[in-house]
């Protein structure tokens, strides 16, 4: 089945404490992106990636991190999180740009 | 002024009814627009994208792009309950590398 999976799907962590969240596409999609979604304020792009280790910033970079060592996986890092990271984040991915993007089923993280 | 503005709603609908939602953009040189439905609780799925002006239509769902008045539309005939979501526009920047969202407008189809 194709889809585009993410873990953890919940996490409450602490502040600073370093966390990753994953994504992992089974389409041999070129672009992947990591959006989050607040109230509000809508679904916002973090990063996105063209292809294996090309990444680029979206509109909310701040406070993360990102690699495309595999074209399948597109891991999200927080490397010392905040509460303002506090938000319900997807990941998606399409064929070649972002005109067919597939999204994952979200990631709810909080940050106390 | 917001990039992509919707109206946060509800709009709500007798089931029958057409709906029709609305999104404006800032931007003139915007080419294409997509419209996402995303389900309470669920992720977002892409059920329209236009390229140009004038309409599109697939199924019970017709996009409607106004480069003039920079506006594009989206609406969905014969409405169902099944149809009651958040509507989300976006709008490409730089190419087709990042999307920018409108803040998506609910949509409650009444039976």
């Known amino acids: 089945e194709a889809q585009v999976t993410q873990n953890p799907r919940y996490l409450i962590t602490v502040t600073g404490k370093k966390l990753t969240v994953t994504c992992s596409q089974n389409?041999?999609?070129?672009?992947m992106s990591w959006y989050r979604q607040d109230p509000g304020l809508g679904l916002r792009q973090i990063y996105y990636?063209?292809?294996?280790?090309?990444?680029d910033k979206g509109d909310v970079p701040e406070g993360y991190k990102v690699s495309r060592k595999e074209k399948r996986n597109f891991p999200l890092i927080l490397e010392s999180p905040s509460p303002n990271q506090t938000s319900l984040y997807f990941c998606a991915s399409s064929y070649r740009d972002l005109r067919e993007q597939f999204f994952g089923p979200g990631t709810r993280l909080t940050v106390l | 002024q917001k990039e992509v503005e919707q109206n946060s709603g509800p709009l709500s609908v007798p089931e029958g009814a057409i709906a029709s939602l609305n999104c404006t953009y800032s931007?003139?040189?915007?080419?294409?627009f997509f419209w996402y439905r995303q389900y309470s609780g669920k992720s977002p799925e892409l059920i329209m994208s236009?390229?140009?002006?004038g309409d599109k239509e697939d199924g019970r769902f017709t996009a409607q792009l106004n480069k003039a008045s920079q506006y594009v539309s989206l609406l969905i005939r014969d409405s169902q309950p099944s149809d009651s979501a958040t509507y989300l526009c976006?709008?490409?920047?730089?190419?087709?590398?990042?999307?920018?969202f409108g803040t998506g407008t609910r949509l409650l189809v009444s039976p």
């Open positions: 976006a709008v490409p920047r730089g190419g087709f590398q990042k999307l920018v």
């Open positions: 990636s063209m292809n294996v280790e090309v990444t």
């Open positions: 236009i390229y140009s002006n």
């Open positions: 389409m041999n999609h070129e672009y």
């Open positions: 931007d003139r040189g915007s080419q294409s």
